[in-house]
């Protein structure tokens, strides 16, 4: 399944640094198209799944019993509302984090599924699949913490790359949850010195709203999740050395190992591999949800740019 | 590492049908010596873990990150107290769950953990131990949802047979938190009817506070988890069929298939896999803290003996 669009290489984003609510509306009148990484640094980025509202609580559940890979952040303040959610974040629990929002227009690029299988991608809004009896679901995205990663001198190679950051499924079960069973965790993947594991897991691990510290690290790992081949992720771009280098290439040498963390694509996974019947809409990913409050919010402490 | 005494073997439980206060009184006056799988029916039960203070903070990240193996229900409400919790349980928060207490001497029994080896099991108190830096954590346990599974008609082939629940190590990773890394989860069994396990599941789904529906199910998941022989459970005792069989014989036949839950010896394994330093305490497994709330407090709705 090929649900993450390859929209860095073209690094055409028209808004340099502004605010999230600035980015929503650019999306909202389609004057921005692209991805969101990068966007409006400091303002939180959500991943976005709505369903219909038979399966909202299942899906809830679901966040609770996987908090690390599905960080639920914020949902509809009633069944069928686009325009206002309620927050769930530690510290920020019914704060206006996303006001004067269309959720059904404020995010660049959606997916439509019907049935579990993808019957749209890349549209510009949900406006006509949207009814009365959806609910949106918002998760948190580890865009948050790479900030935190750069101010501390760790900034993630991708992004130093100016790649699209990889993102791999793996054979971690998730705990299941009504409806939603036999899905995986999806992790993405930023690699480190060795030396520098512990620093970073310390850095990300206030983080709790947007996947926190790593869930595993080093080599071995890589076996342990039922990745086969670390050069070949299954979303996003291969991941490289500082020089350039593919990562799998040094595998056993004095240099990077892989560190992989908790990814909101495993929401999405789990809403597409479930068998849900009838229509289910995503953000398309990396084109993100932008919300009003920014990483500081959640990480009061933590020193962001 | 043989932390499940074997305790069922011998009956010869005092105190058949009574209130959690009362089993915490007869342990601490050490009138109860035996498990208390069964004392004080509906009486909520918990797994006890008791940590110097400067773990506490990375062992309730551990929680937070592993709700279903590790639900966090209650911890001393402050450093070095022995005497009162502040509870957790949803819908109970800040309630008097645990009231006229004496942590270090209301379990049956206790085991001492020094460096992360067993320096003693079985031991009746922790007066010696308890100093004025240790936090006592209290993690629920699925005793409660058995209750619920009992008055549906379903009971637990365990519970019919007299015999202690099967509990097995798995490779499922825990997902790490500060000290606490390389652990797995640990899950404990029950088996049915391959069309009893929709209604197994829905029956145990709202105990979220005492591991809630199942994580796995059928034979398949038996080599999902790394379990190797399911008749060689690593505590507890090995699982019958309803006609006294070892569960193994009956794979493939229109029989029972396993089930498993989260199990509370998760978190006692994460810390005794942790390598922490100093003195750790936890129950003995089988010989729970008893509560003063009940099933129903926790599952309003739910329909329990």
Not at 110 to 134: A, P, R
Request: aromatic share 8%; charged share 20%.
């Amino acid at each position: 399944m090929a649900i993450f669009s390859d929209a860095r290489a073209e690094d055409t984003r028209p808004i340099k640094s502004t605010t999230g609510a600035d980015i929503s509306l650019a999306a909202r009148t389609n004057a921005l198209t692209s991805p969101t990484s990068g966007l409006a640094p400091t303002f939180l980025q959500a991943n976005l799944v709505i369903l219909p509202s038979r399966y909202a609580s299942d899906f809830r559940l679901l966040c609770a019993r996987n908090p690390v890979p599905c960080p639920l952040i914020a949902e509809s303040i009633s069944i069928g509302c686009w325009s206002s959610v309620t927050s769930f974040i530690p510290g920020l629990e019914g704060a206006a984090i996303l006001s004067d929002c269309d959720i059904r227009r404020d995010v660049s690029k959606y997916i439509v599924y019907k049935n579990s299988k993808i019957m749209k991608q890349g549209c510009l809004d949900i406006l006509d699949e949207w009814t009365d009896d959806y609910v949106a679901l918002l998760i948190g995205c580890s865009f948050s913490f790479e900030s935190a990663l750069i101010v501390a001198g760790l900034p993630p190679r991708h992004t130093a790359l100016n790649r699209n950051v990889p993102i791999y499924r793996t054979n971690i079960p998730l705990c299941p949850a009504g409806v939603f069973t036999g899905s995986t965790y999806v992790v993405s993947m930023r690699s480190y010195k060795a030396s520098e594991v512990e620093k970073v897991r310390e850095i990300t691990r206030p983080y709790t709203a947007t996947h926190g510290e790593p869930i595993a690290w080093g080599w071995g790992a890589v076996k342990r999740l039922g990745i086969e081949d670390i050069d070949a992720p299954t979303w996003g771009e291969p991941p490289l050395t500082q020089d350039g280098r593919p990562l799998g290439e040094v595998e056993g040498k004095d240099h990077d190992v892989p560190v992989f963390w908790g990814c909101g694509v495993t929401p999405m996974e789990a809403v597409a591999r479930s068998g849900l019947e009838g229509v289910v809409m995503t953000h398309d990913p990396g084109h993100m949800l932008l919300l009003d409050c920014r990483d500081s919010d959640i990480v009061p402490a933590a020193c962001v740019a």
